[in-house]
C-alpha cells in the first residue's frame, strides 16, 4: 500500500484559516502559519480568486446590482446561515461599481457589520425606549467614518453653510435643524448668506484650516445633530456621488428579537428620509422572516416580510448546487495550495497530494453534501478541513487504502461508507447533530413508548408523514402545525413539553448549528421557541438536513456503523480504526448484533403501541402506525436491513452466507407480524438470531484458518 505523506502543521493552519476566511472578517485578513507569513486576503482577493457566481453565468450577481442601484424601499436579501449573502452582496457591489464606473457615474458603497457595531459599544444591555436613538447615531457614525475618512472638515463645513440656492438644489429641510448653531460660524467665516452657498462653504473650510479651536467647536456642536440624510446629502454634493449603497449585515447574530427589529425599523426610516440618494440592503436569514416563504420562487425578487412587521421587496437566494459548492471548495484549496508553494517566510515547500482533495469534493457532491449543511457553505468548508484531516489520518491505516480501493478501483461503496462513517461520529464537530432511532439501552419492563423511543427519530418521522399527508393543501396549511405534530407525537407518550425541547434542539437556534427542522412563528412578538407558545400558532417542517436523514442517511450502513460499534466496543478503539481492522464479516457481525439489539426494542415498542392502539383502531393499528412513524410506510429497523442486505450480500457470498440479512428482514417481519396478531414473537425471533449468529462464527472461525 502507498501511504501518504500527511501535511506539515505549517500547511493546516494555512489551510484551517483560508476555508474559514470570510469576506466579512476583515479588509486585511492576514495567513499566519507557524510563525510564518503567508500575506493577506483582502476583498479584492476574495472576488478575484475564491467567489463563484451562484448560477454559474453571474446573471443573479447582475440582477442584484441593478436593484441596489434602482430601489426606492428597503431592499431584501434572504437565505439560510452561512449560504453567502455577504459574499453575493460584496460581489453584487463590485459589479455596480464597474458598471457605474462604465456609464460615467459614481457610486458610493458602505458595508456596515451590525454585529460588530453591536458588540463594539456594548448595546446588548441597552433599554427599548433608547434603542432607536442610539441606532440612529452609531449607525450614521458608521456611514460617516466610511464617506468622509480624510475630510471631515468638508462636511462641516458644507452642512454649515446654510440653506441651499439655485446651484446646490437640495431638500432644505435636510439642514433647517443646523440653522440655529451654523450661524455663529457664518459670521466667523465672514459668509454672507446672500452669497453662492458653495462659497459660503469654502470660506467656512477657510476659517476651520485657520483656526482649528473654531473647527473643534463647529464639530462638536454638530455631532450630536448628526442625521444620516446630512451625510449622505453632503457626500452627494462634495464627492459627486450619484447612489449611496448601504449594505446592513449580520443582523442576525445579534441575540435580542427586539433589537433585531428595532434596527429594521430604522434602516426603514433612513431609506424613506434618504429617497433615491442611496439604497439601504438588509441581509437577513430567512429563519427569521415572519411570513411564510418556502412556497415563493427562490433565485426571484419578492416580498419578503421582515421582523418590524412590514414588507418589502427582496431576494430569495437561490439553492447552492453540488457543482457550486464544488468550485468553491476547489478555489479555496487550490489559494491555500499556491500561498503554500510560493510565499511564507521559509524557502517554499511542495504542497500536498491532492489526492485527499479529489476524494472529498468527488464525495461531497455525489452525496450532495450542501443538504446535510442546509446549504451553509460556512459549516461546508469546516467540513471539508475536518474530513481532509480524517482522511490524512486513515490513509496511515494499512487497512483503509485508499489509494487502492478509492483512486484507482474507483470503489465508490468504500468511499461513502468511509463519509457516513465519519459524519455520524463527527458530525457534531461542525455543528452537524444526528441522532439515533430508538434510545441507546432499553429497558424490557417499561410501559411506554417514550421510554424506548428516540424523541428526535420521531419527530423527523413524525413531521415528514404529517407533510406528506399535507401536500395537497395550499400553502401555508401544507406545512404541519406544532399542534398536529404534539397530537401525534402524544400517541407515543411524548408530553408537550418535551416536544418543544426537542424542537429547539432540532431547529438549532445557536449562530451557527445545523438544524433537522425549522419552527416557524407567524408574529412578530414571538419568543424563541417557547413551551407556553400557542401550538395553534406555529408550523413545523423539515430542513435539508432532516429530510435527508429520514429519507436515506439514517439507514446507510456507514452511518449505522459507527452507533453500532459504541454499543459493542470495549475498549478506546475508535470506531473508524476498528471498521478498517475488522474483516468483512467482523464488521457485518458488529452491525448484525446492533440491529438485533434495534429489532428487539422496536418489537418491544410496537408490543406496547398495540396495547394502546388496538382498542380503538383494531387491527388497523400496525398499519397507523406505519403511516405515522415509518418512512414511506417502512419501519427504520426494516430500511436498515434492506440496506445491509445490499451492502455486504457480494462480500459475504465468498462465505456462504450471502443471504444473511435477507434472512434477518424475513425474521423480523415475522415478528412484527406477530406482535400484529398478539402472538408471543421474542422467542421465535430469538431462535432465527441464534441460528444467524451460528453462520457468522462459522464464517468468522474459516476465515481465521485460512490466515
Sequence with gaps: MTRLIPPSAVFWALLRQVFDYGVDKSDRYRLIAEDSDYGLIRPADFLEHLYVPREGDGALENRLAHRLLTATSLLALASG?????????????????????????????????????????????????????????LLEGEVRAELFQQNKRQLVAWLLAG?????????????TDLQDISEPFLVRAEADTLERRSDRWNKLLTAFSNDPALYQKAWDDLVPLLRLAHTVTAAS?????????????????IDSYQHRALLLQVADTQQSALGTLATVCIAIRTENLLAAWQSEPRGTFVDIFLPNDRSYPGLLLPPLKSSTLTKILQARHKLARDRFSTNGDQEPAPPPDPIIHRIIVEQFEDNAVQEFTNE???????????????????SQTPTADLTRRILRERDANHAETIFFLWLRTFGFIVDIHLYDVLQEYGDEHVDSPSRLASIYHFILTATENLTEELRHEAFPHSIPSIESLLDRMALLGFSPEEVWTAARTMASSDRDGIGTVEVYIARAERAELPVECPAGIARVRLTQLGRRLVAEASSKVGYVWGAAFRTVKQSGESAHDAYFRLNVVGRATVLFHYLKRLA????????????DWEPNLGTAWLETYRRYFGIKQRLQVERMTVEAAKFFSASLKPMRISTLFDEFASAYQKAINDVWLGREMFSSFDVAMAKLEDSLRTAGAKIRERA
Design 81 to 137: 446561515r452561512g449560504s453567502g449573502k455577504t459574499s453575493l452582496l460584496h460581489k453584487a457591489c463590485d459589479v455596480l461599481k464597474r458598471r457605474a464606473c462604465e456609464l460615467g457615474r459614481n457610486v458610493g458603497i458602505v458595508h456596515v457589520n451590525l454585529r460588530r457595531v453591536y458588540d463594539r459599544h456594548h448595546l446588548f444591555a441597552t433599554k427599548t425606549p433608547e434603542a432607536t436613538n442610539i441606532f440612529e447615531k
Design 163 to 175: 440653506l441651499p440656492d439655485e446651484v446646490e438644489d437640495f431638500d432644505r429641510i435636510i439642514v
Design 237 to 253: 454634493f462634495l464627492q459627486k456621488i450619484d447612489r449611496v449603497v448601504l449594505v446592513y449585515d449580520n443582523l442576525d447574530r
Design 376 to 394: 451553509s457553505i460556512r459549516a461546508a468548508s469546516r467540513l471539508y478541513v475536518e474530513f481532509m484531516r480524517h482522511l490524512y489520518s486513515l
Design 600 to 611: 428487539r426494542q422496536h418489537l418491544q415498542l410496537l408490543t406496547i403501541v398495540r396495547t
